[in-house]
């Protein structure tokens, strides 16, 4: 079992950084692949980023360049550093862990098995 707690939303202006944290719980952390997703107002969750258990990001096409996913399992955490916020980059972030049992792409929600509560991140123009 993991647990996932979010941490480092805010509100912000376009053009500000953010980093959000994801602390995990569990003693096999380093072998979990760790997502970041989001959704906005209406809109359903899409996948923002993703770190592989051997430490290869993954971007959505939309945050790629202003987004960097990070881990450090000495800490059990994965980190978001947001760059360049734009007001679309709005909703509410989740963090999510893929267990190693699966192998699917890394960009699909059902890889996923747990997820945080989730971080609001809200740019303003």
């Known amino acids: 079992q993991v647990q996932l707690v979010e941490s480092g939303g805010g509100l912000v202006q376009a053009g500000d950084s953010l980093r959000l944290s994801c602390a995990a719980s569990?003693?096999?952390?380093?072998?979990?692949?760790m997502g970041w997703f989001r959704q906005a107002p209406g809109k359903e969750r899409e996948f923002v980023a993703a770190n592989s258990a051997g430490g290869r990001g993954y971007y959505a096409d939309s945050v790629k360049g202003r987004f960097t996913i990070s881990r450090d399992n000495a800490k059990n955490t994965v980190y978001l550093q947001m760059n360049s916020l734009k007001p679309e980059d709005t909703a509410v972030y989740y963090c999510?862990?893929?267990?190693?049992?699966?192998?699917?792409?890394?960009?699909?929600?059902?890889?996923?098995?747990?997820w945080g509560q989730g971080t609001q991140v809200t740019v303003s123009s």
């Open positions: 569990g003693r096999t952390f380093s072998s979990y692949a």
């Open positions: 999510a862990a893929r267990s190693p049992l699966y192998s699917g792409s890394y960009y699909l929600q059902s890889q996923y098995g747990y």
